[in-house]
């Protein structure tokens, strides 16, 4: 499989839909890559199978608050620019790139970087959806050490991290993205592809593609057909009717009130955000929680509507579906459970709320 | 020349003299410096020209607000934990530590630093007093590159930047510091012994044990002695009725009021701080200015009172003396002269007001 010009669209509403509200909007996404694909080529879809187990696999995506990159778009050099830096401390070249999330923009963006730096993209990423913090990642669960870290801005600076553990390249990661403008572009969790076979989510992208063609393609209810391949639970169908939203520290926080209409009518959901959509709530009950996989879809084209762009008024539909089983894990829900995000609820997998 | 207990306290005395109230505090760095060199032995002083042209000198220091230093010290070893990543980098060994900046605490901390790894201090440092931000130092007047800058926490973080200019080096480190908790410690501007030769103000820790020595031993008044030592002009000698002082962003700004005492009596001076005393004003008349060194003394004992030490009822004389003669050219006016600060002042030499 290769992205190029006949998939990349679906591609973005794929990873629009797993990012879980997150990762960023895929707008520029798509034309970035559009581009770097005219220019440069399309890119190979590799499965880890079919790389060298000693090869390096270079994580990469973009750090601050998707907000921010509506209007502060990058360069399209950026991770180009670390590439060398990662080769050279590693003393190895670098086999393939890989999105550290699939989710949003982030989920997108390498097509771009790996087509200009004439690498294959690997069919896995770091999370199998969107999360806000650097070690909120597969790798971290899976013990691979988060150094070094690379990181640079549009300006060219560059920046190397040493000896830091994930909780604490979150922080500096986030105050350097912060002094960047909001935002900047890192990778961390460079590993052998051996490593990548059980620290990563698998065949994530063909996923994310394979998500875009079912909208794209669906006769019926395109939620529906959505809903029916990655087994989610429809909580509510209804217009947002309140939204309360601010970026602070790197992040978009707040929280979003659906009323429901139709069937749904009289029902109220809230989610409440951290970039991502973290909790969804029915007057005091728990419909879904993080790390399963919360999307806000446009009721009318099954589209992800990003938590940066949920407004008064919008008619959505908001579905709940399973994350990797990595996240269910003790270590998984310790970093990405909702206890991370500072939320006292015990985590009940979605499909066991909604059978 | 060496330091060692016998005129550890000198030199930290002149630091905080030449500091023109920034720097830090030196109370904890001859503490510091007393313990490494019973444990590690004195610290030989050595003249650029007594080194190899081609060997390397690493300037030294702590990044931060001076305020912090007060109770958030370091563990020791930051400095020692950079050396071998600056040589790694470099691929050629550290001859010798230097301070970025001679005054106050960070003039004294190298002290300690060389001690530990074992290297002699170069009598020689990168301002000649104090300034508050990275790329105010002689060797980026002389157009050394800061490149690559390293920079560590009492945690083991470490950080290297690559790529970057002057003013992104401040603004990425001082981002950094604020994150480690207000403070953290770096190496910037490394260079051969001949650049450092012309890019650097030289014989000033043997200056500082000077200053020290004479304030110890002057037998009448210890102002006057320093006064006429350094060619300072005595600005006021009266009471602190008023400090409006604030940490932000890594910086102590704000301002003091002196009101003359004895034959100043009637005369009231204000002093404008950003870490350092930058500007001394007389109801609106300009006494002295950056970046000439503008010092707070104790009028009993001489000893200079760092800013974020300054506090109502203390009796103080405000003595001002000439700057390295680098800072008054056309390029060292322009980082660290009174607009460089936000003053709308032409630069006029201390000298030149009170001759």
Redesign the interface.
Known sequence: MQIDGSNVRAMAVGCSILGAGGGGDTAIGVLAALQAIEEFGPVPVVDLDDLDDEALVMPCGGIGAPLIWIEKIDRGDEIARLIP?VERIHGASVAALMSAEIGGSNGLAPVAWAARAGLPLVDADGMGRAFPEVPQVTMEVAGISPNPAVMTDE??????????DGQ?ME??ER??A??FGGQGYSSEYQMTVLQAKTATVRRTVTLAVRLGEVVFGAEGDPIEALAEEVAAAVLIEGKIVDVERRVTGGFVRGSVTIDGLGADSGRVLRLEIQNENLVALDEGEVLAMVPDIITVLDTQTARAVHTERLSYGQRVSVVAFPCDPIWRTERGLELAGPRAFGYDLDYVPVEAIHS
């Open positions: 830096v300006r060219g600076n560059v920046v190397i991290f040493e000896g830091v604490w922080r500096m105050a350097m912060v002094e």
